[in-house]
């Protein structure tokens, strides 16, 4: 494992501009401990990527929750267990969401587009080309592309122990790749990677870059994240590695408050980054 100190971090992104920039944001982030949708943060979110996009970069957004939501609007008392119920709430909750997205985004005079991905699209490669040649032609026209996994589809991202995807986090980079992008950003609910679980000893301390991902850095990582969400660091990782071979920086970072958008464009310290190779 190769660490670099805090004093050395963003500083080739500076005055970001013309990048092509991925944003994954976790089910903990657009859902309170009610499983309700949290407005607020949906609608910062909004507004900081639509800033991040008037600076002069191509955003594209990954986001979770939609079974989460979906159970929440279908009042059910505990999260499906069963593959049709999860299915039922991931449509229900796909519609709320877009919905939300679609409202708040236009506050800011943005026009979004959903797509909604499995397994299947990324390996065939007519289903990846077209893929591909969708999302450059919504980014050119400065439309903001809203990814999720098709959960109300998809048995295996569903009922999958070893998920493909992992709450969108390793969907968020296979997204970043296809698109050549610059910069993926992972936004959790935790600050960055720690060298010890900060929720089990008080001591751990945020690493603030990371050079090289091996096998010492993966024995650092800890299970899954938090109730709402499936995701952990180790998918995180996971995701972060992926990056790295094709030379794509990635940051994990705290997105309870999506503000920290205009913190990262302008270079600060923030989080943890996975430094492209």
Known sequence: MHICGPDIFLQEYINVKNRRIVVKVGTSTLTN????????????????????????????????????????????????????????????????????????????????AQILLNAEDIAQEVKKENLTNTFNALLEQKIIPIVNENDSVSYTEIES????????????????????????????????????????????????????????????????????????MRTKLGAADLCAAQGIDTIVTNGKDPSVLYRIMQGEKVGTLFVGK
């Open 33 to 112: 401990e009610l499983g309700n949708s949290n407005l607020y943060t949906m609608e910062r979110l909004a507004m900081a990527l639509a800033d991040v996009q008037n600076m002069g970069n191509e955003v594209i957004l990954v986001s979770s929750g939609a079974i989460a939501v979906g159970a929440n609007k279908m009042h059910l008392t505990e999260r499906p267990q069963s593959v049709r119920m999860k299915q039922a709430a991931a449509a229900v909750g796909q519609c709320e969401n877009m919905f939300l997205y679609d409202k708040f985004f236009g506050y800011y005079n943005k026009t979004v």
């Open 161 to 232: 122990k070893d998920r493909l995807f992992g709450d969108n986090d390793m969907l968020s980079a296979v997204v970043a790749v296809l698109c050549q992008a610059d910069l993926l950003i992972i936004l959790s609910d935790i600050d960055g990677f720690y060298d010890k679980d900060p929720r089990l000893y008080k001591d751990a301390k945020l690493i603030g870059r990371i050079e090289t991902i091996d096998e010492s850095v993966y024995e650092l990582a800890g299970g899954a994240g938090s109730r709402r969400g499936t995701g952990g």
